[in-house]
């Protein structure tokens, strides 16, 4: 995740390209996953439910960039 934030959210994501809206799934999909290996398992998919909510929010940006 450290990795993955500034290497795409800083670049790639705020310049709208569509390849990273689909790869920002990826951390949704990790967090979403813990739920079934971690005692803490529904802050994780609580977690996981606010990333998506905010990601399906940015769709129409990348669907139509401006």
Same mark, same amino acid.
């Not at 971690?38 to 909510?53: F, Q």
């Given at each position: 995740?450290?990795?993955? *934030?500034? +290497?795409?959210?800083? #670049? $790639? %994501?705020?310049?709208? =390209?569509?390849? *990273?809206?689909?790869?920002?799934? /990826?951390? /949704? &999909?990790? %967090?979403?996953?813990? !739920?079934?290996? *971690?005692? =803490?398992?529904? %802050?994780?998919?609580? #977690? *996981? &439910? /606010?990333? &998506? !909510? $905010?990601?399906?929010? #940015?769709? +129409?940006?990348?669907?139509?960039? &401006?």
């Amino acid at each position: 995740m450290n990795v993955y *934030a500034p +290497s795409v959210l800083l #670049t $790639a %994501y705020r310049r709208g =390209e569509p390849w *990273a809206w689909w790869v920002t799934w /990826v951390p /949704v &999909a990790i %967090y979403a996953l813990v !739920i079934f290996y *971690a005692d =803490e398992g529904p %802050y994780y998919l609580g #977690t *996981a &439910a /606010v990333m &998506a !909510i $905010a990601q399906l929010l #940015t769709w +129409s940006g990348f669907r139509n960039p &401006a």
